[in-house]
């Protein structure tokens, strides 16, 4: 279900379910349910749908099995499930879970559809100190599962209770369809309440058995920014805690932060302050500096990526071979490929270039739309010119040239192998393999000279 507002969260618009489903809220959901292997994954939109389905369009990986159905007006979780029912096949089984519970994890959900195999009703449940805003589970003396009753319709007395409905249940989707045929919205908020299906399975004579546990993250809710950010941060924590026992070396879990995968192999070192985004892959030994932010790329064996760095392969996943130097300081963008041993050093940014073994740019260079061969040398201050305002064009760099300091190099344009660039040239002309190029202004002299007054200071 991601087609509600948030009762709680009062302000909620369309632009902040937009940036929720950004963040990824919703994707931790249907990540869930793509560890489940579930027959089929439907998410029920409805307030800021379009957004909504256009985030969740580029990242789903449960896209295959995945429909989305639209819950237009918003009536209620009830209402929301009712939705669903046209795509779903009677001899299955269904999971409702909450776009705004992120955290539950898969093997909870199984162990629910365990506890759901005899046909029956199973809640999630957990018990609170504050159950302040949840469902709360209703039990008759025998301690056997009544109803729930929401917060705005409980009676003090029933209000005290500390067992609260996580907002995930699991029963017989044929039962289901029944009991959501009878649910009505005489209650308080006007909606039709998806825990009512509760007291309608007891009326049946379902059994209703609720599957406790006791991780309260696993089930808390985002109803506040607040809250958005404390159950990110347990979050982190969870991924920290993992990769820890895996080896990973984290200078501090508590300044950490992966928004995707990032896979590890041996003996990985990483300071404090990174960001991993999408899908990061780290060799063995590679060391990260502090405050390095790294997305969509392949870092080999052996790597030292210093402080500041900036990696992003957006749709074309950066590569940097195995013992090559990067940063600090450095931005290495979409398209860039690096073989073994290359440096790259202070402010120095790279695009859809390649780097052979070897190949060395230290300081406050622009390599773009380049192929650089083994062993060149890329002076500080030089820059491709690859694009002439209409198109791009690319520049070849073959082995063991040196580029002198300060150079333009105009693309198209090949510096054949082995050939030194002067400093402060420019070139736009293809050079012969073991040339020297040089291409400066001659030095113009006024001896004496005096600057005007105005740009004395
Ligand atoms: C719901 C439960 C409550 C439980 C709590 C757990 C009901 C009636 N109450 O309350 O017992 O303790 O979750 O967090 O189910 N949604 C729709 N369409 C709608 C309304 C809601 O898709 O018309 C979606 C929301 O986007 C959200 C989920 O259903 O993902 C829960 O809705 P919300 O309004 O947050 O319900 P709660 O008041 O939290
Ligand atoms: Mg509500």
Redesign the pocket.
Known sequence: ????????MKSATPKVLQQLAHQGLVQHVLDTAAQLQARKVVV?T??GAEQVEAALLQTDEAAPRREFVR?MP???????VQQALPVLDDDGVMVVL????PLTEADTIQQLLEVCSDECLALLTLTMDNPF???RVLRNPDGEVNR?V?QKDGKPQELLVKE????IMAAPTRLMRQWLGRIDNHNAQQ?Y???DVVKLAVADGVPVKAHMIHDAVQ?A?V?SPQQLAELEREYQQRQARRLMADGVRLRDPARFDVRGTLQCGQDVDIDIGCVFEGNVTLGNRVKIGAHCVLANCTIGDDVVISPFTHIDGGKQPVQVGAGSLIGPFARLRPGTELAEEVHIGNFVEVKNSTLAKGAKANHLAYLGDATVGERVNYGAGSITANYDGANKHRTVIEADVHIGSNSVLVAPVTIGAGGTVGAGSAVSKDTPANALSVVRGRLTLKENYTRPAKIQK
Do not use: F, P
């Not at 279900?1 to 709680?8: E, L, Q, S």
């Not at 609260?164 to 907002?167: F, P, R």
């Open positions: 279900m991601a087609a509600g507002k948030g009762t709680r029920i409805g307030h819950q918003q009536l209620g979780t009830g209402h929301a909450s776009g705004d519970v805003g949840y469902g729930i929401e609260i409905y996580s907002g909606e309440y998806l825990t089930v809710g109803n």
